[in-house]
């Protein structure tokens, strides 16, 4: 019954690793986004995906790669872990077409670099 | 640029009480949504309450409503009849209309419910 689900919800990691986090909606939505929320609790978009297709690329380092294999789903690959990539990444999702702009979101989740 | 400003960074309320959270932004565009998110300790991103800017009336729901100067760029959101289960952080949050617009959001603000 989850709308947006994500996995894991934890993800504890050492710098330099690579990792990925998933992301599945089943609210029949066509765009789907990533967002970081820092230590200070601040939500900033990195990416979106519509239909499959990337619309929003915000000023985010390029070992972070967004990938979507079909409207529902949005993974998050990240390369070469650092400190400072410890936050919670959320995905959301939104049903443009119709104008009605919600975004609802997953669970979160935390990844600490150590 | 947009920009969303919660400028208090803590508010508390008692329990039963009503208490009003503060929201400015700044947007050139005539086209815009503001919406409410609550986020409790369980990191959940909930919805609380959207309003289109271009409806005068100010949205409800439930014990939550708004109130939306669109001149003065005033977003803020009331609590009614406060309960326990709403102490949480509440972000502000502004997108332009149209289609694949982001989010932006303000730094939020964390209330607390005395019993």
């Known amino acids: 019954d989850t709308a947006v689900s994500q996995t894991p919800k934890y993800l504890v990691t050492q710098m330099g690793n690579d990792k990925s986090i998933k992301c599945e909606q089943n609210?029949?939505?066509?765009?789907m986004y990533w967002y970081k929320q820092d230590s200070k609790k601040f939500l900033k978009i990195m990416f979106s995906?519509?239909?499959?297709?990337?619309?929003i690329n915000e000023t985010v380092p390029n070992r972070f790669s967004p990938k979507s294999p079909d409207k529902a789903h949005l993974n998050l690959h990240i390369n070469s872990l650092e400190l400072g990539d410890s936050a919670v990444y959320f995905c959301?999702?939104?049903?443009?077409?119709?104008?009605?702009?919600?975004?609802?979101f997953g669970p979160g989740t935390r990844l600490t670099v150590t | 640029a947009q920009t969303v400003t919660q400028s208090q960074p803590e508010m508390s309320v008692q329990e039963a009480e009503t208490v009003t959270l503060s929201c400015t932004y700044d947007?050139?565009?005539?086209?815009?949504?503001l919406f409410w998110y609550k986020q409790p300790p369980s990191r959940q991103m909930i919805l609380v309450i959207r309003?289109?800017?271009?409806?005068?009336q100010n949205a409800t729901e439930n014990r939550f409503s708004v109130n939306f100067q669109k001149a003065a760029k005033s977003f803020s959101l009331k609590i009614s009849d406060s309960q326990l289960g709403d102490a949480a952080m509440y972000f502000c949050?502004?997108?332009?209309?149209?289609?694949?617009?982001?989010?932006?959001f303000g730094k939020g603000i964390t209330l607390s419910v005395r019993p």
């Open positions: 949050a502004y997108r332009r209309g149209g289609a694949n617009s982001k989010l932006t």
């Open positions: 995906y519509n239909n499959k297709e990337l619309i």
């Open positions: 609210l029949g939505h066509d765009t």
């Open positions: 959301a999702s939104s049903q443009e077409t119709l104008g009605a702009y919600e975004q609802y």
């Open positions: 309003q289109e800017a271009y409806k005068q």
């Open positions: 947007t050139s565009e005539s086209d815009y949504y």
